[in-house]
């Protein structure tokens, strides 16, 4: 398993915001996590990172541990995740002053030590694969808001990272932008990188997705193959996030409006 959390737990004062989530995810997987808004999808994906501490169980991810709070084993754990798990946010955050070569290049450079001409060759296979090899001497402001979030992807991917852990990467893009990001993802699926991606993108999660969880109120409340979850998922709360719920109509009302009930 490249990542197990088991039992964890966190709240924000006394508000329970993940309420003993366990999950296993084996190398590979690609698991979409949906849900409705405030259900702790991004609380989740950031404690995953070590972004966020939090109050009890535990995160094995990458082969390393993290408990609660802030200890020194954590930080030793924490050193290790940075360079072996990505992570790209919804808003992607490139460095301004930097072209997207630049970019790419950064963390390989400052962060690992790797030589200038060995970061640049590999930085280009990687616009190359985002589909910007054109695009590498422009700067975050002349660049669409696709073509900056394939660069994010790309500058995610210049650290080889073992898992990609991704929140909302399309979700502050026009609707015309999205595919082109979404055809990056499938592509790394496709390649079998483990990715975890909290997503509003149904379409994108029935079909690139091996596995879909929501998450609502802190806890998992569905988990399984794409097409159980969306198509026939358990959960009354699932199916109305999913808008699959009918009018809540009282029966002797329908008929006058012509509903059938
Ligand atoms: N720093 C914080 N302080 C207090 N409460 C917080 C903090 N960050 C998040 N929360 C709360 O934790 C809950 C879960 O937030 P989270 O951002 O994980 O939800 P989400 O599922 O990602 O929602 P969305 O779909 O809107 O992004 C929310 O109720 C939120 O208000
Ligand atoms: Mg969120």
């Known amino acids: 398993m490249i990542i197990e959390v088991k039992q964890l737990t966190k709240t924000y004062g006394d508000r329970p915001i993940l309420a003993g989530i366990s999950a296993t995810f084996s190398k ?45 084993a954590n930080a030793r754990a924490l050193a290790a995740i940075r360079g072996r798990v990505g992570m790209v946010f919804q808003q992607w955050n490139l460095f301004a002053h930097r072209t997207a070569l ?60 073992e898992v990609l852990l991704l929140d909302e990467p399309t979700s502050a893009l026009d609707p015309e932008r999205v595919g082109e990001v979404l055809d990056v993802l499938r592509g790394l699926a496709d390649d079998g990188l483990t990715m975890l991606i909290v997503t509003h993108e149904m379409r994108f999660a029935r079909e690139a997705s091996d596995r879909v ?16 979850v969306i198509d026939r998922p358990q959960h009354e709360r699932t199916r109305a996030f999913l808008g699959l719920t009918r009018p809540m109509l009282a029966p002797d009302l329908a008929p006058q409006i012509g509903l059938a009930v």
Not at 33 to 58: A, Q, V
């Open 28 to 72: 590979g997987q690609v698991i979409s996590l949906i849900g409705p808004s405030g259900g702790g999808k991004s609380t989740l994906l950031r404690c995953l990172n070590g972004l966020e501490e939090f109050d009890g169980g535990e995160i094995a991810i990458v082969g390393e541990r993290l408990g609660p709070g802030r200890g020194r």
């Open 102 to 161: 630049g970019n790419v290049i950064e963390a390989p450079v400052y962060v690992k030590g790797a030589p200038l001409a060995e970061a640049t060759a590999r930085a280009r296979q990687l616009l190359a694969r985002v589909g910007l090899s054109h695009r590498e001497g422009a700067y975050p402001h002349e660049m669409s808001g696709g073509e900056q979030q394939r660069v994010a992807i790309a500058r995610a991917l210049a650290m080889d990272p």
């Open 213 to 228: 969880l929501v998450l609502h109120g802190g806890a998992i409340i569905e988990d399984g193959p794409p097409a159980a």
